[in-house]
């Protein structure tokens, strides 16, 4: 049974940081791109970050010199660094990862930014 699970979320200020993580399981991690996605309450849900299984990532623009993305294939993690976090980063944040025509979300971490 796949299962992705985020820890990490929080309360943090303005210009801290925070790290999040997706703990999977239930298939073959290494060979599949992850994703996190994040929602703010009344918008919709948004890409910030993916990394390949080779290990590249690409970044919204609102996170680009910010966040960190990476994954450890032996831990079966991927791990999400955020600094110099604004309170626009206040959302659930959620990892997916998509295998064959299925896609599979974990349920999410709560990270609020105060001003």
């Known amino acids: 049974q796949l299962q992705l699970v985020e820890s990490g979320g929080g309360l943090v200020q303005f210009g801290g940081s925070l790290r999040l993580s997706c703990a999977a399981s239930?298939?073959?991690?290494?060979?599949?791109?992850m994703y996190w996605y994040r929602q703010a309450p009344g918008k919709e849900r948004e890409l910030v970050a993916r990394i390949t299984s080779e290990g590249s990532t690409q970044y919204v623009d609102s996170v680009k010199g910010r966040f960190i993305l990476s994954r450890d294939n032996a831990k079966k993690t991927v791990y999400l660094q955020m600094n110099r976090m604004k309170p626009e980063d206040t959302a659930v944040y959620y990892c997916e990862t998509l295998v064959g025509d299925t896609e599979y979300w974990g349920q999410g971490t709560q990270v609020t930014v105060s001003p």
């Open positions: 239930g298939f073959t991690f290494s060979r599949y791109p």
